[in-house]
């Protein structure tokens, strides 16, 4: 069993940044992929970033550039630092693994940019 435990949300003004955490209860070299996901209200759950094994590193296109997904192997976290924040980036943030087949899900935290 995996948890993930996501942190690091709030409100923030057009233009601010964010860091949100991601603290597996187990190592993350056994859950890679880890990936960060994000849902608008009304919308569907999209992925934002993952980060692979081999430190592979993806990013859908509307947050290339402004947000960097990195890892902290001692501490068992994931981090998606926010940049450049947009109204559009509101929504809940949820992290995300796979292990032995089985996904796994945080509770999610919510980022609302407004002025």
């Known amino acids: 069993q995996v948890q993930l435990v996501e942190s690091g949300g709030g409100l923030v003004q057009p233009g601010g940044s964010l860091r949100l955490s991601c603290a597996a209860s187990?190592?993350?070299?056994?859950?890679?992929?880890m990936a960060w996901y994000r849902q608008a209200p009304g919308k569907q759950r999209d992925l934002v970033a993952s980060i692979t094994s081999g430190g592979l590193i993806s990013y859908t296109d509307s947050v290339k550039g402004r947000f960097t997904i990195s890892e902290d192997n001692r501490k068992n976290t994931v981090y998606l630092q926010m940049n450049s924040l947009k109204p559009e980036d509101t929504a809940v943030y949820y992290c995300?693994?796979?292990?032995?087949?089985?996904?796994?899900w945080g509770k999610g935290t919510l980022v609302t940019v407004s002025s």
């Open positions: 187990v190592s993350i070299f056994s859950i890679k992929p």
């Open positions: 995300h693994c796979r292990q032995y087949g089985m996904d796994y």
